[in-house]
């Protein structure tokens, strides 16, 4: 559990950013810090968590705003649903625990050192995901006690530190040509599906069901082959 | 606090949990199942869609910072040096285009 916790100080750091930026955002929609730091703790999903106090502060229905961030952590199906081996063997309320704690973060760090080494398991996961949403709910109330205070921080950046940090993920589960084709066509589809104006929620599950459909097709035309 | 406030704190936190709740019901299901390689795809696919979503309709200076990032990203495989490097171009595209 320690080794999970060290390793994902640096990503922490990197969460802690936008868990500032996010506090900044929710204070300026009229959440008071505690406020904030009880909505990391019980939600603990940062995209599902932006975009529903976007929404919210935009004027949209209450449940609109609601629904549209708990749409946009649809992809947690998927990725609580490859964990599926990691969690086998831990007790009930441990495995409850642990897909609460599993974050974009703690769940990608885990993936990859399990690759590495496949004693990597759910002690990790753990480990990492204690100092993950400990780092979430601390830095999210901390922008919200700042933010208040503070310009808007969007034009030196800060918005886009989301789109490299995930970039960068997308990097560390890249596993060779055979991501290619399937990647691509999730990127065009969600793209283009933002495009023309489905809301990005509904296009991310689009992008990526599209991409399932064709990395299976693909395998199973390779598995004929042989 | 309104009790606006406290409605989307409490759906939210229902709807994450019984995602996550699904997510681990359909894990199991599929790791039993011929759809098993589905598991071994599925993560950067969500990922990559991701990032789709937030450059669609972006401006060039955006793609260009993404760019860069991807760049970093693809030489250290590390997530603080490409949010600090993509920032940076960010910052640095944004001063140069005024």
């Known amino acids: ?26 204070a300026q ?36 705003a609601a629904l549209a961030g708990a749409a946009l952590n649809l992809r947690y199906i998927g990725i609580v649903a490859s964990l599926a081996e990691v969690l086998q063997g831990l007790p009930l309320r441990f495995r409850l625990l642990a897909i609460h704690i599993t974050g ?12 590495k080494d496949p004693a990597v398991g759910a002690a990790f996961l753990l480990g990492s995901g204690f100092v993950m949403i400990s780092v979430w709910i601390a830095s999210t109330a901390f922008g919200a ?45 969600t793209g283009v599906l933002v495009i023309t104006g489905l809301p990005k929620a509904y296009a991310i599950v689009c992008g990526a069901l599209c991409g399932v459909t064709l990395s299976l097709l693909m395998r199973h035309t390779r598995v004929r082959e042989r | 606090m309104t009790s606006s406030h406290w409605i989307l704190i409490g759906i939210l936190a229902v709807a994450a949990f019984a995602i996550r709740l699904t997510g681990w019901i359909a894990g199991n299901a599929i790791r039993k199942s011929r759809m098993a390689p589905l598991l071994e795809d599925l993560p950067g696919l969500i990922v990559v869609s991701l990032v789709a979503a ?10 260009l910072a993404a760019a860069v990032a991807l760049g970093t990203a693809w030489k250290t495989n590390s997530v603080v040096a490409t949010m ?3 920032v940076a171009a960010f910052a640095g595209l944004s001063l140069m285009g005024r």
């Open chain 1, 1 to 26: 559990m320690k080794q999970g916790a060290i390793a994902i100080l640096p990503l922490a750091f990197g969460a802690a950013i936008y868990g500032f930026a996010f506090g900044i955002l929710a």
């Open chain 1, 29 to 64: 929609t009229g959440f008071p810090w505690w406020g904030v730091a009880m909505m990391s703790g019980a939600v603990h999903a940062g995209s599902s968590q932006i975009v529903a106090v976007e929404q919210f502060s935009g004027g949209s229905a209450l449940l609109g």
């Open chain 1, 104 to 115: 974009d973060e703690n769940w990608a760090l885990t993936m990859a050192e399990r690759a």
């Open chain 1, 145 to 189: 006690v700042l933010g208040a205070s503070l310009p808007d921080l969007e034009q030196f950046g800060l918005g886009f530190a989301f789109t490299a940090a995930f970039i960068a993920m997308a990097r560390g589960m890249w596993r060779g040509h055979r991501n290619t084709l399937p990647w691509l066509i999730s990127f065009a589809v």
């Open chain 2, 54 to 63: 937030s450059l669609a309709g972006q401006s060039i200076l955006t793609w």
């Open chain 2, 84 to 86: 600090l490097v993509g």
